[in-house]
C-alpha cells in the first residue's frame, strides 16, 4: 500500500470506530438516565427509612420513659391531657386571635 492508501485505511477504521462508540453511546443513553433515577429514588427511600428509624428510637424510647419513670407520666398528664392536683390551679394561654 501507498502512504496515502495506509492513511485512508487508518481513516476509515477511526471513522467505524468512532461510529461503533457513537452507536453504543446512543444506545445506552437511555439505560445510564433510567439508572440514575434509580439511584436518586434508592436514596430518598433510604433517607426516609433513616427518618422513620430515627422517629422509632425516639418513641420506643418516649414510651419506655411513660412505663418506668413517674414524673414523665405526671408531666404528659399534665402536658397533654390538662390534668392538675386537687387543689392546684390551672392556667392556660392561647395565642392572640389575627
Given at each position: 500500500m501507498t502512504s496515502f492508501g495506509t492513511w485512508i485505511y487508518r481513516m476509515v477504521l477511526t471513522l467505524v470506530f468512532v461510529a461503533f462508540l457513537l452507536?453504543?453511546?446512543?444506545?445506552?443513553?437511555?439505560?445510564?438516565?433510567?439508572?440514575?433515577?434509580r439511584r436518586a429514588e434508592l436514596q430518598r427511600k433510604v433517607e426516609f427509612r433513616d427518618s422513620l428509624a430515627a422517629t422509632n428510637r425516639m418513641l420506643e424510647a418516649r414510651?419506655?420513659?411513660?412505663?418506668?419513670d413517674p414524673k414523665t407520666?405526671?408531666?404528659?398528664?399534665?402536658?397533654?391531657?390538662?390534668?392538675?392536683?386537687?387543689?392546684?390551679?390551672?392556667?392556660?394561654?392561647?395565642?392572640p386571635r389575627k
Open positions: 452507536g453504543a453511546g446512543l444506545k445506552y443513553l437511555p439505560l445510564l438516565k433510567s439508572n440514575q433515577a414510651n419506655q420513659a411513660l412505663k418506668n407520666v405526671e408531666r404528659t398528664a399534665r402536658e397533654v391531657l390538662g390534668y392538675a392536683r386537687p387543689g392546684e390551679k390551672v392556667v392556660r394561654f392561647e395565642e
